[in-house]
């Protein structure tokens, strides 16, 4: 008995964990292994266990998935099919990423990945969180016209410290867009909209995904199952990553510290000390990293994918001098495009540090302790909802009742 | 009004608890409050007493005498000080005290600030699970004459200036709608850490948003429950004029508001037809006009610019002259762009076709702005309508297609069904109500217009010698089929309309304009329960109810196919049109035929059918030979007669699979397969009802062989598949169970024909498909159904646990 959805005996009535009112009274028995949005939305974001991660956006094939305004959380914005998709992407219900991470080194990882400790020069390290390695390297990537842009975050306007999405097109949106936002974007399930709004000239554009090893989980995911929405995407990404924050809860942290996080113009997390530094350079802050705790996001303890395993790059700064990033490169593709830039980068080789090594272990034990099922790479992708009530079911992890001011339904054909 | 409403710490209740006059009072569930246990000494008023949350019946403030009864039988006096709490942040606590503050009760109510949580952060923190004994007290409640309840017409004034209009939804919600010109303050906004905000930062906030103690203040959410917490919170802050929209939005939206006229609606799009058309329209309207252009009839396609366009005809009868411009029409004007494929933008049907629906409509797609003016021109000359074919409206009334055919029909139920279509068309009143609202009339004894699966369905039946119908309401079946329920009403022909009416009346007070996943007539027939329902339904009908005498239906009639004899002795042919789907050219040809042959009328029949009426035994044998019968026979396989599809992934935003041409495929495969296997003649029709997502346009629910779309994905590959249901059967108003989920698409006609010999070898004499499958369990009807196909390896989501 393996696999997403295997038949099961049928059940009268209610499902879910809310009291839905449309199963009061049903004449029809429910198929075995039916998933709605509702369960997804009872499991994972109820639940407090979302990461915001954007897979489910992007995975639903009729678009009813939006992105709260408010919560920058996934909201049903029209009707469900029950097609069960958002479920089976979601790196906190239906996706078991270990197995996904297993795959995808199996199928797409070169013998040997490359390690390197690298910069950039000029503007883009001046601009970039460590050594500016991803700004000059997407940056060089479509000025020789290997990528028509590239998914990247930048903070937005009218909120201090929160990210946006940004679809960068040149150089200067690169740089504009350069250093780390510790919110998530939800960049995966705003491609599209991204694409119509930015006007490529290009059909067919081949885009670079940069974000959380989550959200690479996501989008390499529905890949490897020929998704259209992840037809855009020519190279991946993911920054290495042992927590994502809550906005809200990031910037009433910051306030206890009586930091105003409106002269807050960076934020650094490294050696596990947090910095807020202002803009002329005077650090704000400089605490123990331990202390935001809180303001991070709960769902972000169930991972274990520190160095983001799914992406055809991935970059962090641990392991690495001040001002360097530390780079693997795990595909052909990853390494493609690493050569192609490598005249803009001034890189070294270096073995995997133990910095690293050790980060990613802590990261994966304290994943394993959490996680109320068991982390298992060998077991299938697919995680059936039984499966999940079975493991968290009883935990303060298990799934809530949904809240139905939250769902607007609406059918539109009959 | 003097009473002092206000929020109060842990620590202060802690401090003031043990005072004979203070009564905590805890708004949680009973079981939470027994189980997990409370305040020490506090008493229980689980919110679900004194307003019903998941009711769908809107929340509002129960009757004086309830709440009295409530409160009496907690221990409570009127001048007691009352502080109450919950668990989700104090929105039901608040929505407490303020019932108790409109129904004059003159102690102090106060707000435990943060709620249980708080209180358990606090130094004592203790819980307790004993209940508090109290006596009974004589608590007296009145609706005070200055209570801070706002009607639309105040709401209507503060939007026009006379005060401020606060929304304490979510920011995500007010985007969606609001009433004009409301500022914007979600309650939770006033909450850090489930606490109230210190006074400094609230003042701040609310003078952001332009309140300030001297404004007036009318708040409103949807349920009248968020608003009251920050009612509370801000007559704690000191806010004298504060008052709640007790209808809230709910109230709001159900004004008739003026852009869901469907007859301006109509002449307005008109006007872009030769104006600039499609994107001329969407600049001017909105986009969001493109979601009230279904009230005339007009769908956005998942192809930008283009629509499906609904043509109702009810009762499904249509004169030759009306049908002939419907095929010419579709014929015209339902052609795909090159750029989706142009003339063979079909692979079966190519291009120019229409369908016919099981609500006996007409639909065809591909239909732009520009043409809609011409279209409806036509129309008007034939007297053909799209208007609310669509839309949260009456939708079109389904009748039995032999009407005034069959020899052994009761009641003649044309005029009936013309004067409800007459009374609702463009009536703006009913075209905006909570949900569609779907009727059929059955005037034969064979339940043809299928009376089970409508908001209301009419069947024959008598009364003191009158002949008349008997009513059935709440069926249906997207989201939580269920099956009408009899409520015993007889009413005489020239009362449908008004009963009609009534029924409308009702779902427009009752049914809740926000929650559309919940709102459809069942749900409230479901919570009255169907014999308050009755009642509650003749307090807005003009006239008595009756029961009949004697209810007439005696069978359950599938479908009208293959040539019938009429009472007055000529024949109608049914006509099976596989899917429903025929070229407007050919429908117009068989309008042609009909009017040379029969009697100058064509008939759409609930199986997306068509019957040619009035033909003479000459008429009959040269239809018979026309060669447009070849592909609509009125003798066809069992599969073809059977099967059911809506419109599926080619045009439908929603669709998983692609159904029509699937379907045509499936059929004749299926046919050709049951002759060899010698099967065929065995059964009349063989049902396959498949929709393209769990949607409910095919009705599924209702087939031998219930399909609806799906995904599958294993480890490896990922695919589109169907959910397996078996055994429907309208007539013994029985609905599938599903029995399988994700089988991969390709994998059902194995599946279909598995099923078929098992039933053949399995069966009894004599025995139905609907009965085998009712006999035999589930856990074997799943074994059939998966070992079927021959797969290696299985896919992982069919494999039997
Ligand atoms: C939430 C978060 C947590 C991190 N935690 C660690 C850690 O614990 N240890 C560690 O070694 N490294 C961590 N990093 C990575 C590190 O901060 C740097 O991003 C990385 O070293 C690359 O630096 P760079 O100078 O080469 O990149 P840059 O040249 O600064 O380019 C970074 C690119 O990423 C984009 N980006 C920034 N933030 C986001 C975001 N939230 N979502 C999507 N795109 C974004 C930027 O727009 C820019 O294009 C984290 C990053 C994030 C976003
Ligand atoms: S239709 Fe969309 S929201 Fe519903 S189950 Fe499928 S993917 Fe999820
Ligand atoms: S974790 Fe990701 S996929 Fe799951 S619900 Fe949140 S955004 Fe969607
Ligand atoms: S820790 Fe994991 S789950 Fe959280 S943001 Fe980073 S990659 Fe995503």
């Keep these: 008995m393996s696999g997403t959805h295997e ?14 009112p449309r199963e009061q009274d049903r004449d029809v028995a429910e198929a075995p292994g039916k998933i709605w949005f509702r369960d997804l939305d009872e499991a994972v974001i109820e639940a407090d266990r979302c990461i915001q991660c954007a897979s489910c956006v992007a ?186 924050f809550e906005h809200g809860r990031l910037l009433s942290r910051l306030e206890s510290f009586d930091v105003d996080p409106a002269a807050v113009e960076t934020l650094d997390i490294g050696e596990g000390r947090l910095r807020a530094v202002d803009e002329t350079g005077e650090t704000l802050l400089e605490a123990d990293v331990d202390a935001f705790d809180a303001a991070g996001l709960r769902g972000c303890d169930e991972c274990a994918d520190f160095v983001g395993d799914a992406a055809d790059i991935s970059v962090g700064n641990v392991g690495s001098d001040d001002g360097y990033t530390t780079a693997i490169v795990r595909t052909e593709t990853g390494e493609a495009a690493w050569t192609r830039a490598a005249t803009a980068l001034e890189t070294t080789a270096i073995d995997r540090p133990t910095a690293l090594e050790t980060l990613a272990d802590w990261n994966r034990r304290r994943a394993e302790s959490i996680l109320p099922r ?26 809530e009742p949904l809240n139905p001011a939250r769902v607007h339904q609406y059918e539109e054909w009959c | ?199 400094a930062t609230l003042e701040e906030l609310l003078a952001e948003h332009g309140l300030t103690p001297d404004e007036r203040i009318v708040l409103y959410c949807n349920t009248a429950r968020r608003l009251s917490h920050t009612f509370v919170a801000l007559r704690h802050l000191g806010y004298e004029d504060v008052s709640f929209y007790e209808g809230s939005l709910t109230d709001w939206v159900r004004a008739e508001a003026p852009e869901w006229d469907p007859v301006e609606l109509q002449a307005q799009v008109r006007h872009y037809a030769d104006n600039g058309g499609f994107e001329a329209m969407v600049d001017d309207l909105g986009e969001d006009v493109l979601g009230r252009l279904k009230l005339i009839g007009l769908y956005h396609q998942k192809q930008r610019g283009y629509f499906m366009l609904r043509t109702r005809s009810p009762g499904g009868i249509l004169t030759a002259e009306q049908a002939r411009t419907i095929g010419e029409v579709a014929d015209e004007f339902a052609r795909a762009p090159e750029e989706y494929g142009g003339p063979d933008q079909n692979p079966v049907f190519g291009d120019g076709y229409l369908d016919v629906t099981t609500r006996q409509d007409v639909q065809m797609h591909w239909i732009e702005i520009a043409d809609v003016a011409e279209i409806w021109d036509r129309y008007d000359a034939v007297g ?41 068309l463009g009536d703006r009143h009913y075209a905006n109500l909570p949900r569609k609202f779907k009727v059929s009339v059955t005037g034969c004894h064979e339940d043809c217009a299928r009376s089970s699966i409508q908001d209301l369905g009419l069947t024959p039946a008598r009364k003191d010698g009158r002949d008349g119908f008997v009513a059935r309401v709440g069926g249906g079946l997207s989201d939580g089929p269920r099956v009408a329920s009899d409520i015993d009403l007889f009413v005489e022909p020239d009362r449908v309309d008004d009963l009609v009416a009534a029924m409308a009346d009702l779902f427009a007070d009752h049914g809740s304009y926000l929650d559309t996943a919940v709102n459809r007539l069942r749900f409230l027939v479901a919570e009255f329960g169907p014999e308050a329902f009755r009642e509650e339904l003749e307090s807005y009908a003009d006239f008595a109810f009756e029961e009949p005498d004697e209810t007439l239906t005696t069978d359950y009639r599938g479908d009208h196919v293959g040539v019938h004899e009429q009472a007055d002795g000529r024949s109608y042919a049914g006509l099976n049109v ?44 040269r ?144 025995e139905s498909f609907t009965e085998w499958t009712r006999r035999t369990s589930n856990a074997d009807l799943r074994e059939i159904v998966t070992d079927g196909p021959a797969r290696d390896p299985p896919a992982i989501e069919t494999e039997v646990r």
Excluded at chain 1, 148 to 164: M, N, W
Excluded at chain 1, 374 to 392: K, L, N, Q
Excluded at chain 2, 595 to 611: A, F, K
């Design chain 1, 7 to 20: 038949p099961g005996v049928p059940q009268r009535g209610v499902k879910g964990v809310g009291s839905d």
């Design chain 2, 578 to 621: 596989p899917t429903g789907r025929m070229g407007g050219d050919e429908f117009a040809a068989l309008a042609a035929l009909s009017d040379e042959l029969g009697g100058g009328e064509l008939r759409l029949t609930p199986n997306q059918n068509v019957l040619v009426p009035h033909l003479t035994d000459d008429g009959l044998e």
């Design chain 1, 374 to 399: 068991e982390f298992d790479p060998e077991a299938s992708v697919g995680i059936t909802y039984d499966a999940h009530r079975e493991a968290y079911d009883g935990t303060d992890r298990e799934p």
């Design chain 2, 1 to 199: 009004m003097s009473t002092a409403l206000d929020i109060v710490s842990p620590s202060w209740l802690e401090a003031h608890r043990d005072a004979e006059s203070v009564v905590v009072v805890d708004v949680r569930e009973e079981r939470d409050y027994e189980e997990l246990g409370h305040l020490p000494g506090a008493v229980n008023v689980p919110a679900d007493r004194f307003r019903d949350p998941s009711s769908v019946v809107d929340g509002k403030l129960p009757t004086a005498d309830d709440f009295a009864a409530l409160l009496s039988a907690a221990g409570i006096e009127r001048d007691d000080t009352v502080v109450a709490y919950g668990d989700d942040g104090g929105a039901l606590a608040a929505r407490f005290l303020l019932t108790a503050l409109v129904y004059g009760h003159e102690g102090r109510l106060s707000l435990l600030d943060g709620g249980l949580e708080a209180w358990r952060d606090g130094e004592d923190g203790s819980l307790s699970t004993d209940r508090p004994s109290s006596d009974p007290t004589p608590y007296e409640a009145k609706l005070r004459a200055d209570a801070p309840i706002a009607d639309r017409e105040t709401v209507e004034a503060a939007v026009e200036g006379d005060a401020v209009v606060v929304d304490t939804r979510t920011a995500a919600e007010y985007e969606q709608s609001r009433v004009p010109g409301a500022v914007h303050l979600d309650w939770e906004d006033l909450l850090e850490e489930g606490r109230l905000r210190n006074e």
């Design chain 2, 384 to 424: 053909l309508s799209t208007m609310q074919a669509c839309g949260n409206s009456v939708r079109n009334v389904v009748g039995c297609p032999a009407d005034g055919l069959d020899p052994a029909e009761t009641v003649d139920i044309q005029p009936v069904v013309e004067r409800v279509s007459q009374r609702f």
């Design chain 2, 623 to 766: 239809l018979l030979e026309d060669p447009l019968l070849e592909r609509y026979s009125p003798d066809p396989g069992p599969f073809t007669r059977g099967i059911v599809t809506c419109t599926g992934r080619e045009f439908c935003n929603y669709g998983i699979i692609e159904t029509k041409n699937r379907a045509i495929r499936w059929a004749r495969e299926l046919d050709d397969w049951a002759e060899a296997a010698g099967i065929a003649d065995d059964h009349e029709a063989i049902r396959i009802h498949m929709s393209g997502c769990s949607a409910s346009c095919a009705q599924p629910q209702l087939g031998d062989f219930g399909l609806r779309g799906e995904v599958y994905r294993d480890d490896y590959d990922s695919g589109r598949a169907a959910d397996l249901g078996l055994g429907g059967d309208l007539g013994n108003d029985e609905f599938i169970d599903w029995l399988v989920g994700k089988i991969p698409i390709d994998d059902v006609p194995g599946v279909v024909k598995a099923t078929m010999l098992a039933y053949d070898a399995d069966s009894e004499p004599g």
């Design chain 1, 59 to 244: 995975a639903c094939p009729s678009d009813s998935i939006g992105i709260d305004e408010d919560e920058g959380r996934p909201t049903l914005v029209k009707m469900c099919t029950g097609c069960s998709r958002c479920w089976d992407f979601c790196p906190r219900s239906g996706l078991r990423y270990e197995r996904h991470l297993e795959l995808a080194r199996e199928e797409r990882a070169l013998e040997e990945p490359a390690t390197y400790a690298a910069r950039a020069d000029g503007e883009a390290a001046a601009a970039g969180q460590d050594g500016g390695v991803v700004t000059a390297l997407l940056a060089e990537l479509i000025e020789v016209g290997e990528l028509d842009g590239a998914i990247v975050a930048r903070e937005r306007e009218d909120e201090p410290l929160r990210g946006e999405a940004f679809l960068a097109t040149s150089r200067e949106d690169l740089l504009a867009a350069g250093g780390s936002i510790y919110t998530q974007t939800m960049g995966l399930g705003r491609i599209e909209a991204l694409l119509a709004e930015g006007d490529l000239g290009s059909d067919d554009p081949e885009l670079a995904l940069v974000g959380t090893p989550c959200m690479i989980q996501g989008a390499t995911a529905l890949d490897r199952y020929d998704h259209d929405p992840a037809d855009p995407i020519a190279l991946t990404v993911a920054l290495m990553c042992t927590r994502s």
